[in-house]
């Protein structure tokens, strides 16, 4: 009985240790461009006008839903060079301010995480300084993540809704 003990206590150190992988840190800027431009093509679409305007806010309603076919690019520049993009949907799914439900999934073309992705699924305060969004999954040589992503505002239009956001992620896969 003592060594079944000893064996147990063995097996629990063993899946604590194994458990402190390491972390991984990636961070990309996503342009959400509503309001197309010379420069900038749109990249979300509004698909469903929601039923009432949210209280200080002279585009969004609640029920609004975007589809999304966003870039994601190393600096905050849409000219810097382009890491893959994020594609999903947004909705604003509050009747009294930007909150937004976010499903989307990052797949990156570049670099040593080329044809890789994550995926988030989340409520995003869009006015906070710092969001927290968890990451839900991934795949090929993100396959299994976990971990959550860090979301600022770079910049951000109010009358027309484009922003840019500094997402900075911490997997372990």
Known sequence: MHLLLHLALATVLALTTSVGAA????????????????SSPS?????????????????NRFGDVYAID????????????????????????????GTLLLSATMEFTAGKLNGSSV????????????????????????RGATGYGLLRTQSYNPSNNNAVLKIDMYLKV
């Open 119 to 142: 995926s988030v699924l989340a409520r995003d305060a869009i006015l906070d300084e710092v969001r927290e969004l968890p990451v839900v999954g991934g795949t090929s040589g993100l």
């Open 43 to 59: 990249t979300a679409a509004l698909i469903v006008k929601g039923v009432a305007k949210l209280p200080n806010d002279p585009v």
């Open 23 to 38: 972390t991984t840190h990636l961070r990309f800027y996503m342009h959400d461009t509503v309001t197309a431009s010379a």
């Open 70 to 97: 966003d870039p994601l690019t190393e600096g905050p520049e849409l000219s810097s060079a382009l890491v893959g993009r994020a594609r999903g949907f947004y909705m604003f799914a509050s009747l009294t301010d």
